[in-house]
């Protein structure tokens, strides 16, 4: 993946992010709390729904008071304080009377006065020029509130799972993320202690496993998969994240580090080899092995997928395969534009960036978790919009962290930043904005969609749907932190 890093020195501070309001949220169980998954645990939460005993009749309502008979085209809400006389129509509040069938009315409405304004304060909004209001509105804000914004105004929804986020140096526009949903150092230690030990295991050695360490592989498994607190779950992450990024360092980007374009299309051939075993050949055999064998990128890729198979399902392990695959074939075509020196233009650096996204990193999300999305719903086109929209704006995030690091490299990393740059032969900062835009746009496309998605009956997919939000709201806060993008 273009502007992945693998070798991060350093260790960095971490803050809480999280508005206080999380601490004190009422849990259900589809939410992420970091709790685990276990069968106990749902079925408590079940119990919500299990039927209350019968209870005694309740007690007859009140007849109703009686009301004063309106003019024809007004309405009396005569159950709401602060109402005394019928309100007037739109027309009549526009100056000009309403067209009337009937002339003779059943009853006259009392003539009535306009009511002096009301002061702001906490009861409610008082339109002081319509007859008939003497009382704030209740449940309506107050011309305070208005000016204030203290509250939001009726029919706007601020959903506090997203807020905007200083980023970098604090210089550009603020991104839209969803909240850190956990920061958990003591889980953390534990999955990245695991994941040294593994990566020695595939080959690494010296200072190639404290880059590893420093890179925090770990940090961003637990910062992204914030359903499980199982350590050997979150290491289905943290090993196939590892591997993606060492293969994308060592083959695809880092010049410093190997990485040359004419030789990424056959060393990805042998990773996809690596990841989905092929059947035997006889003498060809011999020879793949031993080569599968023989790089620790390779290895990697190869055990990582063997440690999803343990926990996961034949399909899931399939799923990220393919997911990996089609990333290569982006990977491919970066390779070939940097060999060139015939860099695309935007659009097509877009559509190809899309296929090499976070959606990747994001597909083993119910596996962590310890669940399956039915692959019916996996694949539904609105489902699968969405993890597009949470896998590229979390990868846009990358581009923005990675643009002194990609201009810097002898072969310079296509990077979105750059390309628009180079299209309107426009400043580095006034593409930033243009990208940061871009990346808002995802997320609110994306919490759109997740809202419409509410309605689809299944607990897998509304607890997958919050695993996206979490993985772009761990993400940011893994990217944004990390001494690697620290420039």
């Not at 604090?170 to 999955?191: F, I, K, N, S, W």
């Not at 980007?253 to 990841?275: C, F, K």
């Not at 978790?369 to 979390?394: C, H, I, K, M």
């Amino acid at each position: 993946m273009a502007g992945r890093a693998f070798g991060l020195p350093g260790s960095s501070t971490v803050t809480d992010t999280a508005p206080a309001a999380q601490a004190t949220a009422t849990a259900d169980w589809t939410t992420p709390t970091g709790l685990g998954t276990s069968a106990a645990r749902v079925a408590n939460q079940f119990t919500r729904f299990r039927p209350e005993p019968p209870s005694a009749p309740p007690a007859p309502a009140p007849a109703p008071a009686p009301r004063q008979a309106p003019t024809p085209g007004a309405f009396v809400p005569a159950t709401i304080p602060g109402i005394t006389a019928p309100l007037p129509t739109t027309a009549a509040l526009a100056g000009t009377a309403p067209t009337a069938t009937t002339t003779t009315p059943a009853t006259t409405a009392p003539t009535t006065t306009a009511s002096p304004a009301a002061p702001p304060g906490k009861g409610g909004f008082v339109p002081a020029r319509i007859p008939g209001i003497t009382a704030p509105l209740p449940g309506l804000p107050t011309a305070h509130d208005v000016a204030t914004l203290s509250v939001p105004l009726p029919g706007v929804v601020h959903d506090p799972a997203y807020a905007e986020r200083e980023w970098g140096d604090g210089t550009h526009p603020p991104l839209y993320v969803p909240v850190v949903e956990r920061q958990d150092e003591v889980l953390t230690t534990a999955v990245e202690d695991g994941l040294v030990a593994w990566a020695a295991d595939c080959g690494f050695v010296g200072e190639e496993l404290d880059m590893l360490r420093a890179a925090g592989f770990g940090r961003l498994a637990v910062l992204t998969h914030t359903d499980s607190d199982d350590p050997q779950h979150l290491l289905i992450a943290a090993k196939l994240n590892a591997a993606w990024w060492a293969a994308d360092d060592l083959y695809a980007d880092s010049s410093e580090l190997g990485a040359t374009p004419t030789e990424l299309p056959p060393r990805l051939a042998l990773a996809m080899a690596a990841m989905d075993p092929l059947p035997d050949a006889g003498e060809f055999t011999g020879p793949l092995d031993e080569a599968l064998a023989a790089e620790p990128v390779l290895v990697a890729l190869r055990t990582g997928i063997d440690h999803l198979a343990r926990y996961g399902t034949p399909a899931q392990v399939q799923r990220v395969n393919f997911s990996t695959f089609a990333m290569f074939v982006s990977w491919n075509a970066y390779a070939a534009w940097r060999h060139t020196g015939e860099y695309p233009p935007a659009w097509k650096y877009l559509a190809t960036r899309q296929h090499d996204t976070f959606s990747t990193s994001m597909t083993v999300i119910d596996p962590v978790g310890g669940y399956e999305v039915p692959a019916n719903l996996y694949y539904d086109p609105r489902v699968r919009r969405a993890a597009f929209q949470a896998g590229t704006a979390s990868v846009l995030v990358n581009d923005l962290l990675s643009v002194a690091k990609d201009a810097a490299d002898e072969n310079p990393v296509v990077n979105m930043v750059l390309q628009i740059a180079a299209d309107r032969q426009c400043p580095i900062a006034e593409a930033t904005e243009t990208v940061v835009h871009l990346h808002n746009r995802f997320v609110r496309d994306f919490e759109a969609g997740h809202r419409e998605l509410l309605a689809v009956p299944s607990p897998e997919l509304q607890r997958f749907l919050r695993g996206l939000r979490s993985w772009m709201g761990g993400g940011f806060e893994w990217h944004n932190t990390n001494p690697r993008y620290r420039v």
